[in-house]
């Protein structure tokens, strides 16, 4: 059965922000090999719309090689969207969900295949109170934001991680590999 993991950004002080960490090449590169290890990532419509900035670096290459990179990897991987709001996505490998998230996962879940990333902080919270996220990837950057959004807020209940993996940038920020232990 496939593992769905959630892969997020953070500050140190617990907010979700993709514009709050300054990714280096070696994160780029950290998650462009990661894309390579999956064949689906699920977003939410706010997500989904600020990842449309790769296809801007896939038409006008970065300098920087790495982000040029990423964008391939994150065109090649197949975008699975959960929104009310859009009908309609402009990116080749992306998609409309057909059913809701609970079902659409659980049917992900069973065909045969690599990694279902989750990359929307909404989602998340909504898979980790159904019980359903087998891994999380926690990228933390040394930044302390004071607002934003709270990655773990809206919980039902307590969930204990367990630590199983780290990595440290040279940047200062921390990866945490996190398996849930559900009740």
Same mark, same amino acid.
């Given at each position: 059965? !496939?593992?769905?993991?959630?892969?997020?950004?953070? =500050? %140190?002080?617990?907010?979700?922000?993709?514009?709050?960490?300054?990714?280096?090449?070696?994160?780029?590169?950290?998650? =462009?090999? %990661?894309?390579? !290890?999956?064949?689906?990532? %699920?977003?939410? @419509? =706010?997500?989904?719309?600020?990842?449309?900035?790769?296809?801007?670096?896939?038409?006008?290459? $970065?300098?920087?090689? $790495?982000?040029?990179?990423?964008?391939?990897?994150?065109? =090649?991987?197949?975008?699975?969207?959960? $929104?009310?709001?859009?009908?309609?996505?402009?990116?080749? $490998?992306? @998609?409309?969900?057909k059913r809701d998230l609970k079902d659409e996962v659980l049917e992900l879940k069973k065909q045969s295949g690599e990694a279902i990333f989750v990359g929307s902080r909404s989602l998340i919270i909504q898979l980790l109170n159904m019980g359903l996220v087998d891994e999380f990837q926690l990228c933390i950057y040394p930044v302390v934001e004071g607002k934003g959004l709270p990655l773990f807020e809206g919980i039902n209940g307590r969930t204990f991680l367990k630590l199983v993996n780290t990595k440290t940038f040279k940047s200062g920020a921390l990866l945490l590999y996190y398996e849930p232990q559900y009740e």
């Amino acid at each position: 059965m !496939r593992k769905v993991i959630a892969a997020l950004n953070m =500050t %140190l002080d617990g907010f979700c922000d993709h514009t709050a960490g300054m990714p280096d090449a070696e994160i780029h590169a950290h998650y =462009t090999e %990661l894309l390579g !290890r999956g064949d689906v990532i %699920l977003y939410g @419509r =706010t997500t989904y719309q600020l990842m449309e900035f790769w296809q801007t670096v896939l038409e006008n290459p $970065s300098e920087e090689k $790495s982000m040029n990179d990423f964008a391939v990897a994150i065109d =090649t991987i197949e975008k699975v969207v959960f $929104s009310r709001t859009i009908h309609n996505v402009d990116w080749d $490998s992306a @998609r409309l969900a057909k059913r809701d998230l609970k079902d659409e996962v659980l049917e992900l879940k069973k065909q045969s295949g690599e990694a279902i990333f989750v990359g929307s902080r909404s989602l998340i919270i909504q898979l980790l109170n159904m019980g359903l996220v087998d891994e999380f990837q926690l990228c933390i950057y040394p930044v302390v934001e004071g607002k934003g959004l709270p990655l773990f807020e809206g919980i039902n209940g307590r969930t204990f991680l367990k630590l199983v993996n780290t990595k440290t940038f040279k940047s200062g920020a921390l990866l945490l590999y996190y398996e849930p232990q559900y009740e």
